[in-house]
Each structure stands twice: as C-alpha cells, then as structure tokens.
C-alpha cells in the first residue's frame, strides 16, 4: 500500500469512527421519559422469569391507582429473564427504573456497580421483598412414586428435574432448601450431609439451564417423577393443568425473598425516582397483596397471607437465607468453582 | 522506443490499480469494518483473558468442567460436521442435477435453520427427541435416547449447520462439467470410480470449506443445544457456550473470558488445520 493510499484509508477509518460515535453521543440525550404537559411517564421495570404474569397485572392495577391519585398517566416497559443474566445487564447499561428480581444477591451486585444505594434493602418493608415464595415439589397426578419429602427424592429410580443451580438463581434455592433439609435430619454431620446431597443430585435427570426451562422439560417433555419447583411456577403449572399434576410440599423448605429497589442511579437521571418510589410501595397496598396472592406468591401482609391458607401450605417450616450467613456466603461455600456443589455433584 | 516505455507505465499503473476501483476507500472501509465487528471485540477478550495471572488462568481453563465441555463441543461439532458433508453432499446433489416438482421450494427451506431463533429450534428438537415426542418415542423404544445426550447435542448442530455445506457445494456442482463424467465413463469407469476420482476431488475444496464453517458455528452455538443436551456436569453434556454463560451469570467476566479465550485459541487452530488441508488439496486438483 503506498503512503497515499494508506493515508486516505485512515482519513475513512477516521470519518466512519467519528460518525459512529457522533451517534452515541446524540442518542444518549434522548431518554428524557418525562414529555412536558401530557404528563405521561414511562418506567422500566426490570425483573425475573416467572414474574412476567403478575407484573402485567400489577401495571395496570397500579397505572389505574396513580391516575387516579397523582393525575399521572403510567406506562410501566417489562423485561424479563433469568434473575442473573437481568442483573447483568442493568449493571451494563440497561435502562431500568426499578428492578425487581429473584434474589437480594442480584440487586447487591448492581449496587456493587454503583447503580443502587447501599441501604436499599431497609427502603421497603420485609427486606424489600413484598411478595415470597419457597419451593416445593410437582409431581405428576395421582404422586406414583409416593413422594412426599425430601428423603423420597434420594431413592433409587426416582428422577428428578432441578435446574443448574450454577446458572439458575432458583436452582440454588432449591439446593439450599434440601441441604437445610439434610442438616436437621443428619444433626449437622456434614458428611452425611453432602452424601445425601451426592444422592439427590444423582437423581436429577436433566438439569436445564433456568426455572423455566426445567419446568418445559417436566410439563411438555414429560421428563422425570419430580420437578423442584418455585412454588408460584408449581401453582401456575397446576392451574393449567389441574389434572395433570399435584403439589407435594415438603417437610421442611426456605423462604425465598425476591428482592425490589429502585435503580437511583437510572431513575435520578430520568426524573423518576418518585414514581418509582410509588410503584414498589403499591406493591404492599391491600389490592396489590391479593393480587400476588391470586398469582401465587406469598403476600408478605400476614393477614392476607391468610385469606389464601388453602392456596399455600402454611405449616411448612421455612429456613431464610440468613441460617446460611446470607447469600454472598452462601455463593462462596456452595456455588463457586471448587465448592461444596462442584464436590458433591462429581461424587 | 519511448511510445513502448510508456505503454510499459502505463501497463504497470493499470496493474497496480487492480480492477476495482478506489482501492484507499474500500481498504479503509474494509478495515473499519473488520477492527470495530471483529478485531476489537476479539482483542478485548484477549486482553480481559490475559489480565490474570498465568496460575488463575491455567487453573481455571483445566478445571474438570472446562475440559469436559471443551471435548464435548470439539467431538459433536466434529461429528455433526462430519454428517453434514455427507448428507449436505447430497442434498446439493439432488438440488442440482434433478429437475423435479418445487424443487425452489425445498432449495428455499434449506436456509431456514438460519432464520429461526436456535433457542425455537432447540426447544423443539428436544421435545421431539425425548421420549415422548414422535420420533424419540420409537427410538427410545429401541434403546436410543437422543434427547439429553450427546447425541442430542449432535442433532442440533446439524440441524444449525447443514446450510453451510448445502450452500458451499451446490454452485460447484452447478458448475462442474458435464463432459468430466462422460469422459470417465467412455473410458470405462464405473459410477462409484467416477465419483470418487473424478467428482470427489473437485468437490473437495467447497467440502472442507463447508465443514468449516459447520463445524465453527457448532463450537460456539448455545441457544439450540442448551435446550436438548440436559447440560449434565455427570454425563458431560455441558458444552463450552454453556459453561461460559454459567460464569457469565455469576458475573465471573475473567473466568468466562479465558475460556472464551481457549474455545477461540482451539476453533482457530482447527479451522487453519483444514485450510491448510484444502490449501494443498486444490494445488493437488489444480496440478492435474
């Protein structure tokens, strides 16, 4: 290439560079929401996976409610997808207003990026978490294999369907419930404990990359005895299926508290920090709470938590993530690479 | 004399323009193009995957799983490539030499593994090869599982990678003469010799070309098998995009990039191996 040449081909490379990034730079002054007098707004609210029904009712009682009270037109966006993978991409720059997600350990990590305010968790009653859920087991109807607790998954012949707990936020819930469940059966011998868990997850047939994902191998593919279940997918399963299914709830589960917190970083720069504020405390209004109840959630308002006593078996005693030192130590002792997962799988 | 020098010149400048045009305007689109798509992304990820240590690195890229997972998507990429060519082969062959009702019409479904979401397409393979489904109910019957096995894996990069080889041999088949074969077969080779003397070898290059790139998508692709290899650390039908995404949701970038960073270092070697291979084969074809 002669020096000419190669001259003019840096002055394209140049422009073309300049242009690109030209673009970037308009673009980004855009996302005003707020659009002068027709006082409409627009947030985003970034969630997980098995949310995607509730939250589209939740919208729209909610957008009812704020016209009512504040004269503000609500037009709330939805994302959906795995709790983790959602995570990322706010931390990456996804427009999110508020997130609303699977574990407290994803909206830690986006206030590790310095997106969220550290004490986000005290900013809404219950940990932030207005709405619970725990896990519990589908099997198929009429329960052939008489499974009725944790001990029955560990037997021979049975398969279970569980998701990768290193790749699903569910699957670690349901891998924490059954170790909880090891501990008070085998007093704390940790050696026991992690046989009984080498069992189990001996047992699992397929181990799909998310909830969602499990719950399509169990219901449409027919796959295996048991699904290890969010009890709200369980409950969705059964009432699309009433006869095909049944809900096992075990001796002994956890608590899952998916987490909400406003995106302060987003929703200062949009000027919607109040709106978003109103969105997540509607969540604990009493019209709201009946709605998570009537799309199986738990609400967290304890009297209406039991209007809905038959919906949900109430006798379960629940560990939280807290008997497990919370989930950074958690992630740190089972999930890792090397950890006590990688351990008791490869038995 | 002069009047031939200056034709010389003349001849020489002509030469050195080449027959395109604007040589410095498209070489620096050509550049732009390729640093800003291709060349930076991939840098980033060497330089994400070099900033650890040495010992990190090598710990992270030998650990069982990571090793596991590389053999997985190296063995099915490999077979379903294999597949592809023959059955791709054929498929071309029958597009091209047979004249028969919409043949358009199936010319045109071969691409639409491309335009289908892979996730679409692996969730349902995967119901139609478990047990349950049409034809994994009677192969299960005989004993083979095909959904959430390696084998599963298999059917899914050929269902993603059977267009490349489709695509790559038929406009060589559409140009292959006639008089070759006719010329073979006057001197008295049967149908097997011919195609194997004298067709295989022309075919060859726009063969391995093919597997190449089938065989490169396979390596990377992770929304169609995801769905149908039951991702089992056990059975070791994890492949190398599935192990990646499980560090990438734990927001492990250093982990996921080095083995980003082998799976590239591998699908590179493997695919200058067989450029090389096609390299002298068609100096072999052409030589004749």
């Known amino acids: ?347 | 004399m002069i009047k031939e020098k200056n034709k010389e010149q003349n001849n020489k400048r002509k030469k050195r323009h080449g027959s395109i045009p604007g040589f410095g305007l498209s070489m620096g689109i050509t550049l732009t193009m390729l640093s800003m798509l291709v060349l930076i992304p991939l840098a980033s990820i060497l330089l994400y995957g070099l900033s650890l240590s040495p010992s990190e690195f090598f710990a992270i890229v030998c650990s069982d799983s990571v090793r596991y997972a590389l053999r997985t998507s190296i063995l099915c990429s490999f077979i379903a490539a294999t597949i592809n060519c023959v059955f791709g082969m054929i498929i071309a062959w029958t597009l091209v030499r047979y004249n028969f009702f919409h043949r358009r019409l199936i010319d045109g479904l071969i691409e639409l593994p491309f335009a289908l979401p892979t996730a679409v397409a692996g969730i349902t393979l995967s119901k139609m090869y478990s047990n349950t489904g049409i034809p994994g109910k009677w192969l299960s019957a005989i004993g083979i599982d095909v959904s959430y096995t390696h084998l599963g894996i298999v059917v899914a990069l050929i269902f993603v990678g059977i267009p490349f080889v489709v695509r790559t041999v038929q406009p060589v088949l559409q140009k292959f003469d006639y008089q070759y074969e006719e010329a073979a077969h006057i001197l008295g080779a049967g149908r097997i010799i011919t195609f194997i003397k004298v067709m295989l070898p022309e075919l060859m290059p726009a063969l391995l070309t093919g597997f190449g790139l089938a065989f490169a998508r396979g390596m990377g692709e992770y929304g169609s098998v995801i769905y149908i290899s039951g991702n089992s650390a056990k059975d070791h039908t994890q492949v190398v995009s599935y192990v990646i995404m499980q560090k990438l949701n734990y927001m492990d970038y250093a982990g996921a990039t080095a083995v980003a960073l082998v799976m590239l270092i591998t699908s590179f070697v493997i695919l200058m191996v067989i450029n090389l291979i096609q390299i002298k084969q068609s100096k072999r074809t052409n030589n004749v």
């Open chain 1, 1 to 347: 290439m002669s020096m000419k040449k190669f001259n003019l081909c840096v002055v394209v490379m140049a422009i073309i560079l300049s242009m690109l990034t030209g673009c970037g730079a308009t673009s980004g002054g855009d996302s005003k929401n707020v659009k002068g007098n027709s006082k409409t707004v627009t947030i985003t609210n970034v969630s997980y996976d098995p949310t995607r029904e509730l939250y589209a009712a939740y919208n729209e009682i909610f957008s009812d409610y704020y016209k009512n009270e504040a004269g503000i037109d609500v037009t709330v966006v939805q994302s959906h997808g795995g709790s983790g993978g959602q995570a990322r991409s706010v931390v990456e720059g996804a427009e999110a207003d508020v997130v609303t997600l699977a574990l407290a350990h994803d909206i830690t990590l986006i206030e590790k990026a310095g997106l969220i305010e550290p004490d986000w968790i005290e900013e809404f009653e219950g940990d932030s978490s207005p709405y619970t859920s725990t896990i519990v087991f589908l099997v198929r109807s009429g329960n052939p294999k008489g499974i009725n607790d944790w001990d029955d998954l560990i037997r021979d012949g049975i398969d279970v369907i569980s998701p990768d707990p290193k790749s699903s936020g569910a699957a670690c819930w349901n891998f924490l419930a059954a170790w909880y469940y090891a501990s008070q059966k085998y007093g704390n011998d940790e050696e026991q404990i992690k046989s009984f868990m080498s069992k189990l997850y001996g047992n699992v047939k397929v181990m799909d990359s998310g909830a969602r994902g499990s719950t399509t191998t169990f219901v449409e593919n027919g796959q295996g005895d048991v699904l290890v279940s969010w009890e709200n997918e369980a409950i969705s399963t059964l009432s699309e299926y009433p006869d095909d299914y049944e809900i096992v709830s075990p001796s002994i589960s956890i608590l899952a508290q998916p987490s909400v917190a406003i995106v302060d970083e987003n929703a200062d720069r949009n000027g919607t920090q109040n709106i978003a504020h109103d969105y997540l405390s509607y969540l604990y209004s009493e019209n709201a709470q009946r709605l998570i109840g009537e799309y199986g959630y738990r609400p967290s308002d304890k009297a209406i938590l039991g209007e809905y006593a038959d919906k949900f078996d109430l006798d379960m005693s629940l560990c939280t993530i807290n008997d497990f030192g919370g989930w950074n130590a958690a992630y740190e002792e089972f999930f890792k690479d090397g950890g006590v997962f990688d351990e008791i799988y490869s038995r």
